[in-house]
Nanobody
């Protein structure tokens, strides 16, 4: 059973930065594709960024150029560096693990097998 624990959320002013971390346990980290999703109140969970099993990286258009996803296999951790934050980035951010060994990044939430509990990001204007 894979367990994912996010951290690093908080309150930041527009234009600021945050770095989210997602620590994985209970499996072989290098076997997973990892994704970051977010969900704002009243909205559906949406894809933010992901790393496929083969190392391909993909970003949502809304965060491209501002967010960076990375992973540290030695620490079983995936990161999301968020710069130039905007109020519309406010949401609960979730990391997720996908056991499928694909080259492409999966952007559909229901395809992911395991989820963290989420961390709140609030960007004030």
């Amino acid at each position: 059973q894979v367990q994912l624990v996010e951290s690093g959320g908080g309150l930041v002013q527009a234009g600021g930065s945050l770095r989210l971390s997602c620590a994985a346990s209970g499996g072989i980290f290098s076997n997973y594709a990892m994704g970051w999703f977010r969900q704002a109140p009243g909205k559906e969970r949406e894809f933010v960024a992901g790393i496929s099993w083969s190392g391909t990286i993909k970003y949502a258009d809304s965060v491209k150029g501002r967010f960076t996803i990375s992973s540290d296999n030695a620490k079983n951790t995936v990161f999301l560096q968020m710069n130039s934050l905007k109020p519309e980035d406010s949401a609960v951010y979730y990391c997720a693990a996908d056991l499928a060994k694909t080259i492409v990044v999966v952007t559909v939430a229901r395809r992911y097998n395991y989820w963290g509990q989420g961390t709140q990001v609030t960007v004030s204007s």
